[in-house]
């Protein structure tokens, strides 16, 4: 690759960097949430130091990793939910 190329790609890469951290800081300023595509809400508890916790089951563990099973809850008034 020549060098304007890699200037270029590390440029972008920067900038995805710089894009991400401002949205976090957004999102930890203003207290909001972003949700992901397809994301279904979650039982979350944030406490007085903003520590934010999940509910969740465990299903595996290793040395290096965590596997968890995020609880959803779904009400009676959530039917498309429901049906699937």
Known sequence: MSK???KKMGICILAGIIL???VIAISIATGKKFSQSGEVSNPTFTDEDGKVYVAAFLKKMTENNITVDVIEFITDTDTDRISE
């Open 4 to 6: 304007t190329v890699n």
């Open 20 to 22: 991400l951290v401002t």
